[in-house]
Nanobody, 127 residues
Framework: QIHLVESGGDSVQPGGSLTLTCATS????????LAWFRQAPGKEHEGVASICRTGEVTFYADSVKGRFTVSRDNVNMRMNLQMNNLKPEDTAVYFC????????????????????WGQGTQVTVSS
């Protein structure tokens, strides 16, 4: 079982930027499709961005399109989420998630597809 560790969460003002990182020690990182989810207080998990094994296919929630960019580094076993023009409604705990798949092009924002989760990192956007 691989372990995922998120970092980079912080408090920023509206319009600011943050980069979140998901790291692992898994030696087969490139066998996993990955995603970022978030959970705001009192709300359910929301899929934010996903990326396939090769990094060539990505999906975004409508609420973050044009502002967030997901990327992965299969050599250093990292996944990043660059978040620009942050809004108060982006405030949430952000989780990285993974599932093993033989399909190198598959990416998903469906929570049920993922069976490996990190502990989360807090992002707060407030003036």
């Amino acid at each position: 079982q691989i372990h995922l560790v998120e970092s980079g969460g912080d408090s920023v003002q509206p319009g600011g930027s943050l980069t979140l990182t998901c790291a692992t020690s898994a030696v087969t990182w490139d066998h996993f499709s990955l995603a970022w989810f978030r959970q705001a207080p009192g709300k359910e998990h929301e899929g934010v961005a996903s990326i396939c094994r090769t990094g060539e296919v990505t999906f975004y929630a409508d609420s973050v399109k044009g502002r967030f960019t997901v990327s992965r580094d299969n050599v250093n076993m990292r996944m990043n989420l660059q978040m620009n023009n942050l809004k108060p409604e982006d405030t949430a705990v952000y989780f990285c998630a993974a599932y093993r798949t033989s399909n190198i092009w598959h990416a998903s924002l469906s929570e049920g597809d993922f069976d490996i989760w990190g502990q989360g990192t807090q992002v707060t956007v407030s003036s």
